[in-house]
């Protein structure tokens, strides 16, 4: 079957640095998708990764590697606002995409 | 602005009722998709829409049906609603295009069946 991974839940500190990871296995794969999800609402698209490496965007990392079915969001110099849930999501050989149950970040003063 | 609005943000029903959740996207795009979000579960897809008075199902379409009659408009109905269809209902919208293809979500429906 078809499985995305990420922890359920991560704790840093305002100013810190933190790293989300998401593992997937799926049937064929034509990118992954990271989203933010503010509680109460809609997710929004932070991410996408096709090719190997690291995507740069501001404070938001996102980094890929297909051969090992792994995939992570790097946030750095947080702010209590990067308080969220981040989904990740795999479109597989259909064009499907497969969500992970995503990771609730709770970020300390 | 460019959104997605769906009609109710809070809904209590009966079981047995019928539920119609609308959505409304004002970007043009050919796609349209469904989904519920419950705690602890990835999105799971209801329908999906391509085109104007097409359908597809989802990994969960059971106890659903959708109807798209305008390109910017999809609707969610539950013919019977059961509680176990008490949930987060999210609709999003997507362009077609080659790559990326990017959702962009409503604020949701949240559906309580009592």
């Known amino acids: 079957g078809q499985n995305i991974d990420q922890p359920t839940e991560m704790t840093a500190t305002e100013g810190a640095i933190v790293q989300i990871n998401c593992t997937y296995q799926t049937s064929g794969f034509n990118g992954l998708f990271w989203y933010q999800q503010h509680a109460g609402e809609a997710p929004t698209f932070l991410s996408y990764?096709?090719l190997d490496g690291l995507e740069e965007k501001g404070r938001f990392s996102s980094f890929l590697s297909r051969s090992k079915g792994y995939s992570y969001l790097l946030l750095k110099e947080l702010q209590m606002k990067d308080s969220a849930s981040y989904l990740c999501?795999?479109?597989?050989?259909?064009?499907?995409?497969?969500w992970g149950a995503g990771t609730k970040l709770i970020i300390k003063p | 602005d460019v959104k997605v609005t769906q009609s109710s943000r809070y809904l209590v029903k009966r079981t047995g009722e019928k539920v119609f959740l609308e959505c409304v996207q004002d970007m043009d795009h050919e796609n349209m998709f469904w989904y519920r979000q419950d705690p602890g579960l990835g999105l799971r897809l209801i329908y999906f829409?391509?085109?104007?008075?097409?359908?597809e199902k989802g990994d969960i379409p059971e106890g659903y049906s959708v109807s798209r009659e305008k390109k910017e408009r999809f609707s969610l109905i539950l013919e019977s609603a059961s509680t176990n269809q008490t949930s987060m209902y999210l609709c999003?919208?997507?362009?077609?295009?080659?790559?990326?293809?990017?959702?962009?979500f409503g604020a949701g429906s949240r559906l309580t069946v009592l």
């Open positions: 999003a919208s997507s362009p077609t295009v080659a790559g990326a293809n990017v959702l962009t």
């Open positions: 999501a795999v479109m597989d050989s259909n064009y499907q995409l497969i």
């Open positions: 990764n096709v």
């Open positions: 829409s391509y085109d104007v008075k097409m359908k």
